[in-house]
């Protein structure tokens, strides 16, 4: 196998590579840690809004260097800009607009998921971890789809797409589609289908390093 460390895209191309296919008028909420990055890659020729779950709707992209609001910050507790037309309110309202189906997309980090589309994002059993789910529950149920936005494999060389997950689940059967620094991959009835690979890697490189039996739909994209 060829050393894929030169093939892979970084955090800021895995976020334009997901912002690519949220729909225009989706309304979208983006999970803590590397999802927070697609606030920036969303083409302006779209009018994406975007949901926090501590209470703001209309989030735009973070804010320049120096020009910080703490008072406006996001669930990861990370300041934000409020685009026109945005606005705050209750946590509770919040969490209705998740919990109620409201919401068209939400992009959640993870630990682990399954090829059937079940999630791990909340705790490994460290003794260091912070034991505590927040809304990442609420969001992976309660949105239309679920992405999923995180490394194809651990620091060690584990794959992070797994037949089964081993932590604790936040939800079960929710997760359609994976963004991994190496490729994008549909989960569904018909199993884990590869649909856009990193430039300069092949499927048979892919598949070495997931432990998952994968479909390649970039050959059979009429396959489901």
């Known amino acids: 196998m060829s ?6 895209w970084n955090r800021d191309q895995m976020a334009a590579r997901v912002a690519r296919d949220i729909p225009d008028g989706a309304v979208v909420n983006l999970g803590i840690g590397l999802p927070t990055l697609v606030a920036n890659h969303l083409p302006s020729d779209r009018e ?7 209470g703001v709707i209309g989030v ?41 189906g409201h919401l068209d997309v939400c992009v959640l980090g993870a630990f682990q998921v399954s090829v059937d589309g079940d999630l791990a994002n909340w705790h ?17 149920i ?6 999923v936005m995180m490394e194809h494999v651990t620091k060690t060389g584990e794959s992070k797409l797994v ?29 884990a289908r590869v649909i856009d ?23 059979y994209p009429d396959q489901s």
């Open 3 to 8: 050393d894929t460390k030169s093939n892979k």
């Open 48 to 54: 994406v809004i975007l949901h926090s779950e501590n």
């Open 60 to 100: 735009g992209p973070a804010p320049a260097k120096g020009e910080e609001d703490y008072d406006l910050i996001n669930a990861g507790k990370q300041p934000v800009t409020l685009l026109a037309g945005g606005c705050y309110f209750h946590h509770a309202d919040s969490f209705a607009m998740m919990r109620g």
């Open 124 to 140: 490994t059993g460290a003794p260091d971890a912070i034991p505590a789910v927040g809304g990442a529950m609420d969001l992976a």
């Open 142 to 147: 309660g949105a239309k789809k679920t992405y």
């Open 163 to 191: 037949q089964a997950c081993a932590y604790p689940l936040t939800g079960v059967k929710c997760v359609s589609r994976i963004y991994t620094d190496l490729a994008v991959i549909e989960l569904g009835a018909g199993g």
């Open 197 to 219: 690979m990193v430039e300069g890697m092949s499927f048979d490189e892919l598949q070495k390093v997931t432990v998952v039996a994968l479909q390649d739909a970039l050959i």
